[in-house]
């Protein structure tokens, strides 16, 4: 009996077998599929994660390198006896192109005051003008207002530097004595003075920027040379405040 039944049903369980036959294949492919699908997820993780790791580390060394830069500009002895640079991050830039500013995130909790210079990487950054507890403002030497006093060497010509505004990346000296020989590629630093209990707001040395342009009619007729600044002003990460204990003694 056995026999006879395998045999008589053997040819419908062969058709069940090929009509369900597709049934089972898409089956199986969707959970094939989705098994994918679940370790390309887990895969694109990975990469999201280590991406992030290579920009942290990316940005972490390019910080190190910025502030290990900052340092050795302030180094060779141009920061004045009794004054205390502050590291501080900037965390905030100005929008438009005539008033030139940053702010960073260091205040008057960690003796920040106005009229405080102000470093960055390579050269002169500019002047605290404001200060909250935990903040401040920086005027940069590109802002429509700043006026640094300045001294170009080895000429030891001085003048002063003002921005011409709209563009960052050219400064002039301006009220240059007549005569003075002046050339490109000379260095241009702040003069400093002191007379008596005051001093100027940015002591002596600090580089400032590179003469680009020195023309002799543009000298006789304006006393004034073009300079490109050191510090690149647009795109610092980080400065230092040439701090005092008291913030006194500038004028």
Not at 20 to 49: C, I, M, S, Y
Request: a negative charge; aromatic letters at 4%; charged letters at 25%.
């Amino acid at each position: 009996v056995q026999d006879v039944v395998s045999t008589v049903f053997a040819p419908i369980e062969s058709v069940a077998d090929r009509a369900l036959k597709p049934a089972r294949d898409l089956v199986n492919w969707f959970h094939e599929t989705f098994d994918a699908r679940g370790e390309n997820d887990r895969l694109q993780d990975q990469v999201a994660e280590l991406r992030d790791q290579l920009a942290r580390a990316q940005t972490t060394r390019q910080e190190a390198k910025e502030v290990a830069a900052l340092d050795e500009t302030l180094s060779g002895g141009i920061v004045p006896d009794g004054t205390d640079p502050v590291t501080a991050r900037v965390i905030g830039r100005s929008p438009t192109i005539w008033y030139s500013s940053v702010t960073v995130d260091k205040g008057s909790s960690d003796g920040v005051h106005v009229d405080d210079p102000v470093v960055a990487a390579l050269g002169l950054a500019g002047k605290v003008t404001q200060t909250t507890p935990n903040t401040a403002q920086v005027t940069l030497i590109t802002d429509a207002d700043s006026a640094v006093t300045a001294r170009i060497v080895p000429s030891g010509a001085t003048g002063v530097v003002e921005p011409d505004v709209g563009d960052p990346r050219d400064l002039q000296l301006d009220y240059l004595e007549r005569g003075t020989e002046i050339a490109e590629g000379q260095m241009v630093v702040t003069a400093g003075f002191s007379t008596g209990d005051l001093g100027s707001i940015f002591p002596p040395g600090i580089p400032i920027g590179e003469i680009t342009e020195a023309t002799p009619e543009e000298q006789q007729a304006y006393q004034r040379v073009h300079l490109e600044p050191f510090a690149d002003l647009r795109d610092m990460g980080f400065v230092k405040v040439l701090t005092t204990p008291s913030g006194k003694g500038k004028g």
